[in-house]
């Protein structure tokens, strides 16, 4: 597979995150956090989950994150996560309560082998391109590479931009958060090529 996207005059690069990538990711966060952004910046898209620096470090450690580098700058990320971590971390664990009474393809998506897609970030001067496709298809790839059937997210309704770009993945349905935020959980199916 090739995992290159050719941007003159450095190259896009799309790799596991290592420890040393921690700083650049926290920056992206904070960059695109809902509660740092006026209401007209989060129409562009923006994400909800705050991690810290200890809970990224373990998720390298575990199923990984993938970020899209052009040379030393990050253009965007994706937080994979695997159900233990979830449960663990009181923001997926309420998803995971709903989502796994949610049916997918006939079947519940407790019965299937899933990774959490937890968090997807692209940096805003890199939207519009081929950043979020080629990273999220690789971050797909490797997922099923480490024995996944499937990925589970959630997305905010209020979120339309993050609606909109996973608009081809399967909505599973919704659910009210104790916070009476309304999440869909989308589903995307690892299993064929």
């Known amino acids: 597979m090739n995992n290159f996207e050719t941007i003159s005059p450095e190259k896009t690069i799309i790799r596991k995150a290592e420890m040393p990538d921690i700083p650049q990711i926290l920056k992206l966060v904070q960059e695109n956090l809902g509660e740092n952004l006026t209401e007209e910046e989060k129409e562009g898209g923006f994400i909800t989950w705050n991690p810290s620096e200890s809970e990224l470090a373990e998720i390298i450690d575990s199923s990984g994150i993938f970020l899209s580098m052009i040379g030393k700058k990050l253009k965007g990320y994706v937080i994979t996560m695997t159900r233990d971590i979830g449960l663990r971390n009181p923001f997926f664990s309420e998803m995971l309560s709903y989502a796994e009474d949610m049916q997918f393809d006939g079947?519940?998506?407790?019965?299937?082998?899933?990774?959490i897609f937890a968090q997807v970030c692209i940096g805003k001067e890199f939207r519009g391109g081929m950043t979020f496709s080629r990273l999220y298809s690789t971050s797909q790839s490797m997922s099923k590479d480490q024995g996944f059937d499937v990925f589970i997210g959630e997305i905010a309704d209020k979120n339309k931009k993050s609606l909109a770009v996973h608009s081809n993945y399967a909505?599973?349905?919704t659910y009210k958060s104790s916070n009476g935020m309304v999440w869909h959980v989308i589903v995307g199916d690892l299993r064929n090529d």
């Open 107 to 115: 079947k519940y998506l407790s019965e299937y082998k899933y990774i």
């Open 171 to 173: 909505d599973a349905g």
